[in-house]
């Protein structure tokens, strides 16, 4: 196994069993190791770090398998064995939904693989050199541990190419899977295009925050005697909007500037039954359209901001942080007294300390007190790994309007 020792004083993450190398912590390659080949981590003083992936174009130049010495890395059995724990790990979401993230990278021990699940169907991510190297190896196991009709491959990320590896789409395993994948999440049918949606098709990791927007609806029917007006902006395929519909809202606006995603949202709403008065789909910028909705006076009882990610690293942070406070400032401005806003962010670079002093800023500026009541964040499905803080990238906050 080729060696890849470590500038002095570079182990420090490695002896903290955080699993990325970047490049300027290397200090000398003994040899010339292929793009995901397993590589020996050693420190300036030569003592051993761990086992990783090599990838030779990357910034994260070797992404860690394991951190104990003794551990043979290059069977099939070590694969397995992790993909075995992480699809195991997901069997209680089984009762509540058919949409779930069965491998998530770091967090299960397999950097830079995504695998998610809806029904039959698997879709996967190879987001690094590593698991690339190991995709038909990965392919297999995931088909026989969870029975799947097929697996496609979605790996036509950015990231990819920061790997230096093309971009792929396609079938890998089993059988085509259908134009739309019908899933059930918490009452709620969704249709999953596995070959042009977002990411693998939808946004798994907002599945709590969808069913505490359902409760909302059903909660402040019970307490106000009406049924709620809610504003769901950045609807995409109108995860939320049907949460609150089933919850019972009385009217859900949505916003998204995607003429696609809309159709796809006006699709799962006629797969639930919701009624076209119930719903209201915008085609629209959200920027322009909070604005314009204040002109009217309007207002509503729920508005829900969740955007893309604004900030990409932490180069853009400042820029981002001034559009997270430009949509929370004209959203808090639209609700009702006692109204609530669920208010999201996805960027990495911003952290939830911050996120949530942007959103304090927009607050204060909108002359509102406001409650934080609940902090959100993905499922179980996305767990953190303590030693890889990375992980958490999804945070969100769901204020109260005092
Ligand atoms: N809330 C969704 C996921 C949102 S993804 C869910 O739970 O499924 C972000 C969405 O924002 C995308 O659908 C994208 O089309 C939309 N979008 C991005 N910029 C926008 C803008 N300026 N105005 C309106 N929609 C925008």
Redo the contacts with the bound molecule.
């Keep these: 196994m080729i060696e890849v020792q470590l500038k002095k004083g570079k182990e420090k993450s490695l002896l903290r069993r955080h699993p990325w190398v970047y490049d300027t912590a290397v200090g000398r390659v003994a040899g010339k190791p292929d793009s995901g080949e397993t590589v020996k981590v050693t420190a300036a003083d030569g003592r051993f770090l761990g086992y990783g992936a090599y990838s030779p174009k990357s910034t994260l130049r070797v992404r860690m398998w394991s951190f104990d010495e003794a551990e043979n890395t290059e069977v099939p059995e070590f694969l397995r064995a992790r993909l075995e724990k992480a699809v195991k790990a997901r069997e209680g979401l089984l009762a509540r939904t058919s949409a779930r993230r069965i491998v998530f990278g770091e967090a299960d021990g397999i950097p830079g693989l995504i695998v998610d699940q809806y029904g039959d169907w698997l879709v996967t991510q190879f987001q690094s050199a590593g698991t690339e190297r190991r995709r038909d190896e990965i392919v297999a196991d995931l088909m026989a541990m969870t029975g799947a009709k097929g697996l496609f491959d979605r790996s036509d990320a950015a990231t990819r190419q920061r790997e230096g590896l093309a971009v792929h789409t396609g079938v890998l395993a089993g059988e085509e899977p259908p134009e739309l994948i019908e899933v059930a999440e918490d009452g709620v049918k969704y249709g999953v295009n596995v070959r042009l949606g977002?990411k693998t098709g939808?946004?798994v990791a907002?599945r709590e925050?969808?069913l505490a927007a359902q409760q909302l609806a059903r909660d402040f029917e019970k307490t106000h005697g009406r049924k709620m007006r809610a504003l769901?902006?950045?609807?995409?395929?109108?995860?939320?909007s049907l949460a609150l519909a089933l919850g019972g809202a009385a009217e859900v606006v949505s916003?998204?500037?995607?003429a696609e995603?809309l159709a796809q949202a006006k699709r799962n709403a006629d797969l639930n039954g919701f009624t076209e008065a119930q719903m209201k789909w915008v085609e629209?910028?959200?920027?322009a359209?909070l604005r314009e909705a204040r002109e009217r006076g309007e207002t509503f009882d729920l508005v829900?901001l969740?955007?893309?990610k604004f900030a990409s690293s932490h180069f853009h942070v400042e820029r981002a942080a001034r559009a997270y406070k430009d949509i929370n400032l004209n959203g808090l401005r639209l609700l009702t007294a006692g109204g609530h806003l669920f208010t999201?962010s996805c960027s990495g670079a911003i952290n939830p300390d911050l996120f949530q002093k942007i959103v304090a800023g927009a607050v204060i500026d909108s002359g509102k007190d406001a409650w934080c009541t609940a902090r959100f964040g993905a499922g179980v499905d996305h767990p953190l790994l303590m030693t890889y803080p990375e992980g958490e990238y999804l945070k969100g906050l769901h204020l109260e309007v005092r």
Excluded: E, L, W
């Excluded at 769901?232 to 939320?240: D, I, L, R, S, V």
């Design positions: 977002h939808f946004y907002q925050s969808r769901n902006c950045f609807c995409y395929t109108g995860g939320f916003v998204d500037s995607s995603a629209a910028d959200v920027f359209c829900i969740d955007p893309p999201f």
